[in-house]
């Protein structure tokens, strides 16, 4: 019987959870584009109007259909990491830089792939 075997990573560096309640969008969820992302190119902090917001790829919001909505499901939650963490990897989103992850607390949250290094497989 073969054995799946988690995928882990090792945080290189520190990253910051914004504070904010993450952004939990479905296909035409309307949003509101605030402001750029200020070192992360292609990335813009929305918000539903509400309580939630995060940085979100640009390329998933429909800017072109009178007001901004949401092209795609997507979740703007962050894992707040130091240097030496290991995480889980469930998911990687290669287009955008980054992976869906676990952390020991079974928080999960995207996690920029520069601040990530993948351990070998045995």
């Excluded at 988690?6 to 945080?11: H, L, P, R």
């Excluded at 290189?12 to 605030?34: H, M, N, W």
């Amino acid at each position: 019987m073969n054995t799946l075997k988690a995928i882990n990573a090792q945080v290189t560096a520190p990253q910051e959870s914004p504070d904010a309640i993450p952004l939990t969008l479905k296909p035409g969820d309307p949003v509101y584009v605030r402001h750029a992302h200020p070192d992360r190119p292609g990335y813009v902090w929305a918000e539903d109007g509400q309580l939630s917001a995060g940085w979100v790829p640009l390329d998933l919001i429909d800017m072109n259909s009178g007001r901004p909505q949401a092209k795609a499901e997507y979740c703007s939650a962050e894992l707040t990491v130091e240097p030496g963490d290991t995480v889980r990897l469930i998911w990687e989103d290669p287009k955008h830089g980054a992976c869906w992850c676990e952390d020991r607390h079974s928080e999960r949250g995207w996690i920029r792939n520069e601040r990530l290094a993948f351990e070998q497989k045995n």
